[in-house]
């Protein structure tokens, strides 16, 4: 009896045994399964976010191809339409002028039909400008066809880099806000490429290949529109929560994460909609703005604007010139100068691209406008300095690759980086577009205007004026722009907010200490 009951206990323990370790394996089993559905998740969303970012930056190829596309365009233009050089001018700076129209009526197209189909007008407006362009018989009918170009130019432009802000983790927003960019500098090259590829025909073809190649990219847009979701923070605008909360599950890695995007998302609608403001129209809000919103449209509207007073489109449109004025006489060799821009300034922008989120934007925009003022100062000094030959030209290459390089490492990204997070959610496309529309009007000023100042100062005189305004640049992004790096764009709203709070706490702290001391003084008189 006693060796049963003995051996009973023995074969209990050993089933217990067992089957503790069938319950932690199937925990583990379990927890593991946990893991790799987790993985699984976050690299298919990883896999979704950056294709809605790719096909909703093929707008910006758009905008890039045609400012490298007509640097060599409009030699051959010149010499198959007899025009002068002040129509070439205005030929190369109508663009961006009239694209600022594209990107006021952009803004508030977006509000109302939403920001993907806002993308998908842009491309049919260009579309249409690209036709009338390759096709026209005289200079009257090509600025037509550009007017239309530069409208749908003023669409995307605006539009893409909202979207991408808006459907972006907190995480990698600033990698992923930062691919129009890379699209624009990607269309640049292509534009670059396709001066020199087609410059072996006559004069009357050439230039109308180059610009119907430009079609192509709008192309594409048309079936990215069947893939890319609309933005979820418009969406909640619209109270289509559901249909937000179902994109936010395929841009977010967590039921968690979704959940409180998705809170932080309606907590701003619901400010941005309760009564205070529906007696301001948007604007009236951005004509008198509070203390708050005013420092959000000075960093947004400044960075824009200085961006392209720096001079990068003079360098970008006008880089033949740049050349010729070193000593490079051959249209060849003068359009393959130009492509080693293009390489340069496509290569550098990967650096924003991997580094935005991990070091912050204002890391990368300090390296950015102290490199462009040295070798901004440095084109005007060789110019000014050397005669004419190939030392010269050498210096001219290397220092325009270097100032498109460190404007493609921080000020060429991060401004629209930078312009997409900082508006609160219902003024945020608006209000961009008033960022976008002084870029365009800057843009439009420099490139409209930069040989005639180059024939009253000099090239070189012309490059010290870019460097002056781009050491301004440097104090402004000290004194006005913030980091951004890992917020939320609910949160970084509420930073701005707290930010003028703060100031003003700091005042009335200011003054009680004052008055503490004139008491202390009085006292110790007494």
Known sequence: MGFQQHGNREVGLSLGTKNKYKRMNSELREGYDDVLHQEDRRNSTRKYVIACAIFASLNNVLLGYDVG???????????????????????????????????????????????????????????????????????????????????????GGLIAPIYIAEISPNTTRGFLTTFPEIFIN????????????????S?????????????????????????????????????????????????????????????????????????????????????FPSPSLRRMMITGIGIQCFQQISGIDATVYYSPE????????????????????????????????????????RPLLFVSTIGMTLCLFSIGASLSLFSQGSFVIALAILFVCGNVAFFSVGLGPVCWVVTSEIFPLRLRAQASALGAVRNRVCSGLVAMSFLSVSRAITVAGAFFVFAAVSSLAIVFVYMFVPETKGKSLEQIEIMFKNEHERQGCEMELGDVEVEQLVKDKTVLTS
């Open 69 to 155: 596309v007509m640097s060599g365009a409009v030699i051959f233009i010149k010499e198959d339409l007899k025009i002068s050089e002040v129509k070439e001018e205005f030929l190369v700076g109508i663009l961006s002028i009239v694209s600022l129209l594209g990107s006021l009526g952009g803004g508030r197209t977006s509000d109302i039909i939403g920001r993907k189909w806002t993308m998908a007008i842009a491309a049919v407006i260009f579309q249409i400008g690209s036709l009338i362009m390759t096709l026209a018989p005289s200079f009257s009918i090509l600025m037509i066809g550009r007017l239309l170009a530069g409208v749908g130019i003023g669409f």
């Open 203 to 287: 004069a009357h073809i050439n230039w109308r290949i180059m610009l119907a190649v430009g079609i192509l990219p709008s192309v594409f847009i048309g079936f990215a529109l069947f893939i890319i979701p609309e933005s979820p923070r418009w969406l909640v605008m619209q109270n289509r929560i559901q249909e937000a909360r179902s994109v936010l599950l395929k841009t977010n890695e967590s039921d968690r994460e979704v959940e409180e995007r998705l809170a932080e998302i309606q907590q701003a609608a619901g400010v941005a909609n309760c009564e205070n403001y529906d007696e301001k129209p948007v604007w009236y809000e951005l004509l």
């Open 322 to 361: 740049i050349f010729k004025a070193a000593g490079i006489e051959d249209n060849a060799k003068l359009l393959a100068a130009t492509v080693a821009v293009g390489v340069t300034k496509t290569l550098f922008i990967l650096v924003a691209f991997f580094l935005i989120d991990k070091k912050g934007r």
């Open 186 to 201: 990607l269309g640049i090259l292509l534009g670059y490429v396709s001066n020199y590829a087609f410059s072996g025909f």
